[in-house]
């Protein structure tokens, strides 16, 4: 059995995530026993909710064990099977974390989810036809439930979950505005992710005149707002929302390195009837199939090209990771390990 390299997660953040949080490891795989999989894995997912998972506080997942390997999603190949539902070759996604290798329960459902490389990229799977892809999905379908004509504003606009929302939001007729961190992210919101507009945020010192850029781009209000960073962003939003706006709450980037990020005027969910509602994406299972089903589609006839900032190299996973939440990522954020 090949030897491992792996990232255990040595001690916890006080206040910013730093890179000496993690530790570098190498390990004997074990060999495999009845039912299980050998996965080598070729792209790992940086993820946001990884950083909630690094604190040991109350959170809508369990904290990540001290000494143990970073939980994450990985695409890669089988190596190796004792399973009858699994052979050598075969393209797969599962959670296998930050290693190169996973042995994996393959009878455990959802451990292990075979996939169809011929249209869509392997990497694609941790992003647009993915866990994140399947995240806008929910978020602009089930809950903000938009009408053609309508508008929806989404932040976070360039990220693997925002690129994918403006593609399922301009396939059902919504005008798209985007709020995304510099010049390049905005112009390529537009030019390339079909956004209708897109704002910078970091041109604006406060949330008065964010919001009355916004205005600019939504001149007939918002009418549904896919929340991703929280903060500034959403006090800025908020005076927007036209009388029974939905809001989905999906992040809060914004303040996942412990700075507060509070509501400025709560009173503004009262004034417009607003349904402001928090989800998690991995407890509407039921949703994925048909989500994915549409977003394979626009990937394969290229009406979503999604974007992907790529580290090389297992070693390079934390600086990459504490970057995605710097916004030093363009796009979804992946580690090739081969
Ligand atoms: N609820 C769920 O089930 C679920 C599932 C998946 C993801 N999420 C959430 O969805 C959001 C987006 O995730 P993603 O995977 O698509 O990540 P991403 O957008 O690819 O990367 C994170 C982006 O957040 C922005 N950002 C980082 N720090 C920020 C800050 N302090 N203030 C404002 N913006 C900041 C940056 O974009 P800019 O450069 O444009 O600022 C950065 O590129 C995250 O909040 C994540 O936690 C939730």
Redesign the pocket.
């Known amino acids: 059995m090949p030897l491992n390299q792996q990232i255990l997660l040595d001690n916890r953040p006080i206040g910013e995530a730093v890179a000496s949080n993690f530790k570098l490891v190498s390990s004997e795989t074990p060999a495999l026993k009845d039912g299980q999989v050998l996965v080598r894995h070729h792209f790992l997912s940086l993820?946001?909710?990884m950083r909630g998972r690094m604190n040991d506080t109350r959170n809508y997942a369990a904290a990540q064990p001290l000494g143990q390997v970073m939980i994450g999603g990985t695409a890669g190949e089988v190596m190796e099977s004792r399973s009858p539902k699994f052979q050598p070759g075969d393209k797969v996604v599962g959670m296998g974390g930050w290693q190169q290798y996973s042995v994996v329960d393959a009878e455990q459902p959802g451990a292990l989810r075979k996939v169809d490389t011929t249209q869509v990229p392997l990497s694609h799977y941790l992003g647009a036809v993915g866990?994140?892809g399947v995240?806008a999905y929910y978020g602009l379908v089930k809950i903000i439930e938009p009408k053609a004509g309508q508008t929806v504003a989404v932040?976070?606009?360039?990220?693997?979950?925002?690129s994918a929302f403006a593609a399922l939001a301009k396939a059902r007729g919504c005008r798209t505005v985007g709020i995304?961190?510099?010049p390049d992210?905005c112009q390529y919101a537009v030019n390339e992710l079909g956004f209708d507009a897109c704002i910078d945020?970091k041109l604006y010192k406060d949330a008065a005149s964010l919001s009355a850029a916004l205005k600019e781009a939504c001149p007939n209000g918002i009418d549904g707002y896919f929340e991703?960073?929280g903060?500034m962003?959403l006090n800025a939003v908020l005076p927007l929302m036209n009388d029974f706006g939905r809001i989905a709450v999906?992040?809060?980037?914004?303040g996942?390195d412990g700075e507060p990020t509070p509501i400025t005027h709560p009173a503004l969910i009262l004034r417009s009837r607003l349904k402001v509602q928090?989800?998690?994406?991995?407890e509407h299972m039921e949703v994925w199939p048909e989500a994915l089903k549409e977003l394979g589609t626009l990937v394969a006839t290229g009406k979503l090209r999604p974007r992907e900032t790529i580290a090389q190299g297992l070693q390079a996973a934390p600086e990459a990771f504490l970057g995605?939440?710097?916004?030093?990522?363009?796009?979804?954020?992946l580690v090739k390990l081969i």
């Not at 932040?155 to 925002?162: H, K, L, Q, R, Y």
């Not at 928090?278 to 991995?282: P, R």
């Open positions: 993820d946001p909710y866990m994140p995240t932040s976070a606009a360039t990220g693997a979950v925002g995304a961190g510099g992210k945020y991703n960073v903060g962003v999906c992040g809060m980037i914004a996942y928090g989800f998690i994406v991995s995605l939440l710097k916004g030093r990522n363009f796009g979804k954020q």
